[in-house]
Nanobody
Framework: QVQLVESGGGLVQPGGSLRLSCVASGNIFSFATMGWYRQAPGKQRELVARISREGITIYADSVKGRFPISRDIGKNTVYLQMTSLKPEDTAVYYC??????????WGQGTQVTVSS
């Protein structure tokens, strides 16, 4: 069973930065994609950023240029560096992994709150 453990969330002022980390229990290179989703109160979960096995990245329009996704294969870790944070970025952020057979795995989520 794949386990994903997120960390790095917290309270930050507008314009600030946070880095989220997601450590997988297995070799992340074995997944088709890994990524970050978020869910704000009263809203549906949405894709924030994703990186494929080949290293191809995609981003939601709302975070392009602000939230680069990266990975360290040797550490089985995926990162989301969040910069220029806005109040509308407030949400629970979930790490996701998709296997080659389209199985989806989720972390427990980490709260990010952007507020002055």
């Amino acid at each position: 069973q794949v386990q994903l453990v997120e960390s790095g969330g917290g309270l930050v002022q507008p314009g600030g930065s946070l880095r989220l980390s997601c450590v997988a229990s297995g070799n992340i290179f074995s997944f088709a994609t890994m990524g970050w989703y978020r869910q704000a109160p009263g809203k549906q979960r949405e894709l924030v950023a994703r990186i494929s096995r080949e290293g191809i990245t995609i981003y939601a329009d709302s975070v392009k240029g602000r939230f680069p996704i990266s990975r360290d294969i040797g550490k089985n870790t995926v990162y989301l560096q969040m910069t220029s944070l806005k109040p509308e970025d407030t949400a629970v952020y979930y790490c996701n992994a998709a296997s080659m057979t389209a199985n989806m795995y989720w972390g427990q989520g980490t709260q990010v709150t952007v507020s002055s």
